[in-house]
């Protein structure tokens, strides 16, 4: 096995390395956030009327447990696209992001105190107002946990692609193995850790940022 390592390896592929970075954070971030605008939605409903959680969760249970492969082989049937071409590994990121985020969402809105939807149902709140400005707000918490391991999924399954000729840091895995190549494994795999990490910590922070009043209750909590 070549252990050209770490080095020598490293300064002739930088430009590989950030290609195949770039694109794997394309192939696994644009699904998340598609899937987090369709899962909002889906979640109200079925935070919202017993019939569509009855119907949504379930479904988003099975369609988690549809094997990353098969789906990415069945996608081109579906949808008509060619064989390699992103939306194949986009399109099940998506789904899985969606099943992760629904019963997510439908919780965090169910555990919105009621007394806190009445207030501002009397002050004169409609639904959809009253949903953007209080009840949305107030699950944030929750539907961010639920982003976190969508993302890190996300990072992770991205790779998957590779398997049928679809880039990404997947694609230098597969490569090194082909090359019998340990260096390009070991980096991509750390690679895709670190970014995962990384992409964890921000939303971590952003979820912090657009959320004082929970910083408020931890800080209140330790004083006391």
């Excluded at 590989?16 to 644009?30: C, P, Q």
């Amino acid at each position: 096995m070549n252990v050209d390592w770490p080095w020598p390896w490293l300064d002739r592929n930088w430009d590989k390395i950030g290609e195949a970075t770039s694109e794997h954070l394309y192939l696994a971030l644009l699904p998340v956030l598609v899937g987090l605008l369709v899962a909002i939605p889906l979640g109200w409903a079925a935070s919202r009327w017993a019939l569509a959680r009855g119907i949504l969760v379930p479904l988003a249970g099975v369609l988690y447990t549809i094997p990353s492969l098969a789906l990415i082989t069945l996608v081109p049937l579906l949808i008509g696209t060619r064989i390699i071409d992103p939306l194949n590994v986009q399109v099940p990121l998506a789904i899985y992001t969606i099943a992760l985020l629904v019963r997510s969402v439908s919780d965090a809105l169910l555990a919105v105190p009621g007394e806190v939807t009445a207030a501002a149902t009397a002050i004169g709140f409609r639904r959809f107002r009253r949903f953007l400005t209080v009840e949305l707000p107030l699950a944030i918490p929750v539907i961010i946990a639920g982003l976190r391991v969508a993302v890190v999924s996300a990072m992770s399954l991205a790779s998957v692609g590779a398997l049928i000729g679809i880039g990404g840091l997947g694609g230098l895995i597969t490569e090194g193995f082909k090359r019998n190549n340990a260096v390009e494994m070991v980096v991509a795999i750390a690679l895709i850790v670190v970014i995962a990490l990384i992409v964890d910590a921000l939303l971590l922070f952003v979820g912090g940022l657009i959320t004082p009043w929970t910083r408020a209750r931890r800080v209140r909590a330790v004083s006391a």
